[in-house]
């Protein structure tokens, strides 16, 4: 399955500790798409990332949050110093360079404690 | 006003009824439109792209009205299978705008 993978699906940090969450594109695409879903909540858009650069970060919090996709290896969305509110499944995508279909990650669910 | 409005539901029919959901949207420089279903604690899946001529894909069917702003998903004949929460996404420069979804229940 050439899908997007995300990784860790399911993780687990306590008040003050780093999460890294991961995500590989389907394979072909170099677009990259971070969202974000709180409990209760609809997805909300993070950030756009091609191949070492960052296209749109209109979403991002302005603190403790960075996203990256680096020429090699997958994509990484960094939460430093989590709090209970950073608690949410967190959606990767990608595309081509069309963009015109997007496909979506099984997402990674952080819980902070 | 958000950028996509959907109504929340619950909506819960019987097997067999047919359902519609709409949605508006506020920016009428949006490229495209589409509908998606997640299922709990799942990711959420394509269920259609939308155009303005309309398009149907089996009992799905997709509206697109850009003078009015405003996106319909009619469901026919619904199965069980189709209780999910539907959401309205407006695509502005590759960044996806969600509504907050319609949740639907299709009892026996």
């Known amino acids: 399955n050439a899908g997007v993978m995300q990784n860790p699906r399911h993780l687990v940090r306590r008040r003050g500790q780093e999460a890294r969450l991961r995500c590989s594109p389907m394979?072909?695409?170099?677009?990259v798409y971070w969202y974000r879903q709180l409990p209760e909540e609809g997805l909300k858009f993070m950030v756009y990332?091609?191949?070492?650069?960052?296209?749109?970060e209109s979403g991002m919090p302005k603190e403790r949050f960075s996203a990256e996709f680096p020429k090699e290896g997958p994509s990484i969305l960094r939460i430093q110093q989590v709090v209970r509110g950073d608690s949410a499944a967190y959606f990767c995508?990608?595309?081509?360079?069309?963009?015109?279909?997007?496909?979506f990650g099984e997402g990674s669910w952080l819980t902070v404690v | 006003r958000k950028e996509v409005e959907q109504d929340p539901g619950p909506f819960n029919v019987p097997e067999g009824a047919t359902v519609a959901f709409n949605c508006t949207y506020s920016?009428?420089?949006?490229?495209?439109f589409f509908w998606y279903r997640q299922d709990c604690r799942k990711e959420p899946k394509l269920l259609m792209s939308?155009?303005?001529?309309?398009n149907e894909d089996g009992r799905f069917t997709a509206q697109l009205n850009r003078a009015s702003q405003y996106i319909s998903l009619l469901i026919r004949d619904s199965k069980l299978s189709d209780s999910a929460t539907y959401l309205c996404?407006?695509?502005?420069?590759?960044?996806?705008?969600w509504g907050l979804g319609t949740s639907l229940g299709v009892n026996p």
């Open positions: 996404v407006v695509n502005n420069n590759r960044k996806l705008i």
């Open positions: 939308v155009y303005s001529s309309g």
């Open positions: 990332l091609q191949k070492e650069n960052i296209i749109d």
């Open positions: 920016n009428s420089a949006s490229q495209s």
């Open positions: 394979k072909g695409h170099s677009h």
């Open positions: 995508a990608s595309s081509d360079r069309g963009g015109n279909t997007i496909y």
